[in-house]
């Protein structure tokens, strides 16, 4: 696995934006309902998916960025100290020199030299990549392409979804904090099966987020529009509000124009840090329906007082 920064293109300084940014466009070019017939597009596709589950995580971004994890997500092996008491406590230096003249030797009996290799290096060491007793292991299975539509409400409260897979597997999927439409999570263990020695596949799930009539999505953070009465826009008052998570009061100033934005803190989507974007509201005045003669009375002698 390649370092994630130069999957997605970015230095290692960029910003969640341009990190977010970087990952769509790689994802759109190289997803495989796009390239059907294009083995090497899938695997750029699933590389990228890869970088982001690291860098579009704050967290794990910190871990890799410190060394702790490697380009997979997996911890990094930090030395051999205290194995098995090797190095007699001075430092935990492992003398493989001795090891494998121990080994040639006979010094270790019963093969016992190789199968320390075997257990520090995994059971790949014995044959050059091969299982156990030398025989190749299997291929793991393909992947599978599924996608997930999804409502905004569904994305506001983390619902947990019933999936059916290509292979004809349902699962239960929840969905997670600061997706982001089009993202593409990675299911492991869910694709093709290996056969009776390999390992499955995994299932590469793309979200897409249904538009929504009231609210369009900026981030973690909403848009939306909502009317006021004229009499409120004059004298200032309380108005209803639309959320994901049901409508709000908001207060409003006296002579506020069409146009005028309001934020509502935390009425936004789901951030992976656990707290939630904001609601940002744009007033649109109304006017009554109808003939309103008060109303076009006060118009009129307005408008003779400005022409005065």
Do not use: C, W
């Amino acid at each position: 696995m390649r370092n994630p920064y130069d999957v997605l293109g970015v230095a290692k300084g960029a910003s969640e934006a341009e990190i977010k940014k970087a990952y769509r466009k790689l994802a759109k070019d190289f997803h495989p309902d796009r390239n059907k017939n294009d083995v090497k597009a899938k695997d750029r596709f699933a590389e990228a998916n890869s970088a982001y589950e690291i860098l579009g995580d704050a967290e794990k971004r910190k871990q890799f960025d410190r060394g702790e994890i490697d380009a997979e997500g997996k911890p990094r092996a930090t030395g051999f100290e205290g194995f098995g008491g090797f190095g007699g406590g001075r430092g935990g230096n492992f003398d493989f020199e001795n090891m494998a003249r121990a080994q040639r030797g006979g010094g270790m009996g019963g093969g016992m030299g190789e199968d320390i290799f075997s257990h520090i290096f995994g059971e790949a060491f014995r044959a050059g990549g091969a299982g156990p007793g030398g025989q190749r292991q299997a291929a793991k299975g393909d992947d599978v392409a599924a996608e997930l539509a999804v409502t905004l409400e569904q994305v506001a409260s983390e619902e947990k979804l019933r999936l059916a897979l290509p292979t004809g597997r349902e699962v239960d999927v929840v969905i997670p904090r600061g997706v982001i439409d089009g993202q593409t999570i990675r299911l492991r263990g869910l694709g093709q099966s290996g056969g009776m020695r390999g390992e499955p596949g995994d299932a590469l799930l793309t979200i897409r987020i249904r538009p929504h009539p009231r609210f369009t999505i900026e981030g973690a953070d909403l848009r939306t529009t909502v009317d006021v009465p004229l009499e409120d826009a004059v004298l200032g008052g309380t108005i209803r509000v639309p959320t994901l998570t049901g409508a709000v009061e908001m207060k409003i100033p006296a002579m506020t124009s069409s146009g005028r934005t309001f934020r509502l803190r935390g009425k936004g989507l789901p951030k992976k840090d656990g707290t939630r974007g904001d609601l940002f509201a744009t007033t649109a005045i109304v006017l009554p329906e109808g003939e309103d003669a008060a109303l076009t009375d006060f118009a009129q002698g307005r408008r003779a007082t400005k022409a005065a």
